[in-house]
């Protein structure tokens, strides 16, 4: 079983509907970090979180240390969000990352 | 700042051939990785380090050697390329703020071993 876990795998939303997708871990983190990838691309940090909620634009994320949990929502999805979106922890007091398997999300118009 | 940096983009390889990836950055973080990125898999971790003259292995680094000279560069070698070792690369560095290690990638590097 992965340290962390990601749903769903795969999501295809049609333009401008409201997206979730999940993340799960199993131990206490120091940090979540959300991270996005366009096909062929690099990897872009979208948020880095230790409580509580983060907005930027049309991307929220929110974390929920108890349950071990956290939540990416895109509002008025577009195309351009196309992309696979990673998950990934910071086990307390380690420097390394431990990744999910990615959510691939497609928006089509 | 530059950022992270990666080179090359692609490569492609035959078996048994020997090449540095290189990574660098000039943000003067302390903390490098390496990581491969295969389908299905998920990003993991091949080797890090936590500053000039110190590394040391992540869950896959078997087949990879790295060294860190300076705070600025962490290469990666394959001494002798497996088609096993086909995938995507990503190195990266993070620095502690406020608390936390906030993370920055390169942009891959796209290997091919035939």
């Known amino acids: 079983k992965n340290e962390v876990e990601q749903s769903p795998q795969n999501l295809t939303a049609q333009e401008g509907e409201f997206i979730t997708i999940n993340c799960s871990y199993s131990?206490?983190?120091?940090?979540l970090h959300w991270l996005q990838q366009h096909p062929g691309g690099g990897i872009v940090s979208l948020f880095m979180?230790?409580?509580g909620k983060k907005k930027h634009g049309r991307l929220i994320a929110t974390i929920n240390i108890q349950e071990k949990h956290s939540s990416l929502h895109i509002t008025a999805s577009h195309p351009r969000d196309s992309a696979v979106y990673i998950c990934?922890?910071?086990?307390?007091?380690?420097?390394?990352?431990?990744f999910g398997q990615g959510t691939r999300l497609t928006i089509n118009p | 700042n530059a950022g992270v940096t990666q080179t090359p983009k692609f490569q492609v390889l035959k078996t048994g051939q020997s090449m540095t990836l290189q990574c660098a950055q000039d943000?003067?973080?302390?903390?490098m990785s390496w990581y491969r990125q295969d389908p299905g898999m998920g990003l993991r971790l091949i080797h890090y380090?936590?500053?000039?003259?110190?590394?040391d292995q992540g869950e896959v680094p078997n087949g990879y050697n790295v060294s860190r000279s300076t705070t600025e560069d962490f290469p990666l070698r394959l001494l002798s390329a497996a088609p096993s070792q086909t995938s995507v690369y990503f190195c990266?560095?993070?620095?502690?703020?406020?608390?936390?290690?906030?993370?920055?990638f390169g942009p891959g590097t796209r290997l091919t071993v035939t």
């Open positions: 990934a922890v910071r086990w307390s007091r380690a420097q390394k990352l431990v």
């Open positions: 990266a560095s993070s620095i502690f703020v406020g608390g936390v290690y906030e993370q920055y």
């Open positions: 131990v206490g983190i120091s940090a």
């Open positions: 380090s936590v500053g000039a003259g110190i590394t």
């Open positions: 943000m003067n973080h302390e903390y």
């Open positions: 979180l230790s409580s």
